[in-house]
C-alpha cells in the first residue's frame, strides 16, 4: 500500500499560478500510470489529469492548455503545474495511481478567488 502526500495548495487570485507536489512512498517508478484528481464541496471526485511512466499525459478538458502534470521518479514525486487559474478550479486536490488506487491522502486545498 502506497501512501500519498499532497502540498502546495494555498490562495491565489484568478489568472495566477501554483504548483502541487504529491510525495509518494515507495518507488513511483513502480506505478504505471499517476494522477491528479480534485473534489469540491458536495461534488464527487472528478479527474484532472494522468501521466505514465514514459511521460504521456491526458487533461480533462477543463484543464487543457493551462496545467500541466508531471512526475520525478528520482524524487519519488507527482507535480501538477496550475496556470491561468480560475474560480472554477477551487478544490481539494488529490493524488492517486490509476489503476488499482491506493487509498486518498488528505489533500491539498486550491482556493481561487479575489
Known amino acids: 500500500q502506497v501512501q500519498f502526500v499532497e502540498s502546495g495548495g494555498g490562495l491565489v487570485q484568478p489568472g495566477g499560478s501554483l504548483r502541487l507536489s504529491c510525495a509518494v512512498s515507495?518507488?513511483?517508478?513502480?506505478?504505471?500510470?499517476m494522477g491528479w484528481y480534485r473534489q469540491a464541496p458536495g461534488k464527487q471526485r472528478e479527474f484532472v489529469a494522468h501521466?505514465?511512466?514514459?511521460?504521456?499525459?491526458r487533461y480533462a478538458d477543463s484543464v487543457w492548455g493551462r496545467f500541466t502534470i508531471s512526475r520525478d521518479n528520482a524524487k519519488s514525486t507527482l507535480y501538477l503545474q496550475m496556470n491561468s487559474l480560475k474560480p472554477e478550479d477551487t478544490a481539494v486536490y488529490y493524488c492517486?495511481?490509476?489503476?488499482?488506487?491506493?487509498?486518498w491522502g488528505q489533500g491539498t486545498q486550491v482556493t481561487v478567488s479575489s
Open positions: 492517486n495511481k490509476r489503476y488499482t488506487p491506493g487509498n
Open positions: 515507495g518507488n513511483i517508478f513502480s506505478i504505471s500510470t
Open positions: 501521466i505514465s511512466r514514459d511521460g504521456t499525459t
